[in-house]
């Protein structure tokens, strides 16, 4: 129990715009980030790797999601 008050609450991290516009110009082109492209990503964006993988991640669940709700031409009718 004395080692939980010493621990910080994990709080979410806030991008800026300028990172958000950068990730998702990267998503435009590619889906999936390979470990080089991510950590010179996150170097650019002053961001750890983790926190580019997870944004990737969460991304990728939102456009699935959005893939699944709109009726796609390959789909059958």
Known sequence: L???????????PTFTGHQIFALEKTFEQTKYLAGPERARL???????????KVWFQNRRTKWRKKSALEPSSSSQR
């Open 2 to 12: 004395a080692d939980s008050i010493h621990k910080k609450k994990h709080t979410r």
């Open 42 to 52: 996150a170097y650019s964006l002053g961001m750890t790797e983790s926190q580019v």
